[in-house]
């Protein structure tokens, strides 16, 4: 079988799942002694390119991190598990989940203290988006999250429209710099 740019191969959802595993040092916490919410962004987005990038097979930019619950704090010297899942692929661009767990090294006990959506656009080496392949869900949990990302789709589209025009209309609105 042959693949091209335009007709690229579907793939299943454990062919780009992803896992990253940190330790949660001074550098990365805040004066309470707990991981910085924008460093466990950080985590994130790069737990969720991974997966972006593995189902792709190409450059991936993130557009938008639309969705993130922090759950409870995570500790210095935990250690931050986050595994990633491509839920669909549309035409250029893939929604991904990240679920993260934090792991306290002394009592041994595991929770979830993070969970988000992403979604990252395949980009070709002229900067120009990309077509990505079709995902093939095939267990009853990659079915439901497969359609859930639709509907996820369709409220993202509504809202990026809307920031746009609003983004148009201040631009109209701003007096000009001289
Ligand atoms: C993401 C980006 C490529 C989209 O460009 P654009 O001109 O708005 O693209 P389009 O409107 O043609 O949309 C292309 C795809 O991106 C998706 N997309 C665009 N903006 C989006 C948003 N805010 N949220 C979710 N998806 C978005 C569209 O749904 C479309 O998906 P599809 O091809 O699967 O249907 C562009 O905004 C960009 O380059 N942003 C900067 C990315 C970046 O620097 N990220 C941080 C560092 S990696």
Known sequence: MSSTPNDPIARNVASSQSEMTEIILPNDTNILVSLLGGRLMHFIDLTGAMAAY????????TAAMDHIDFIRPVHLGDLLTLK????????TSMEVGVKVWAENTRTGSVDHVASAYLVFVAIDNQGRRQKVPQLLPETPDEIRRYEDALRRREYRDAE???RKEARLTTAREMPAIE
């Open 54 to 61: 593995r189902h792709s097979h190409a450059n991936i930019v």
């Open 84 to 91: 990633s899942s491509v839920n669909r692929a549309f035409t």
């Open 160 to 162: 990026t429209t809307r």
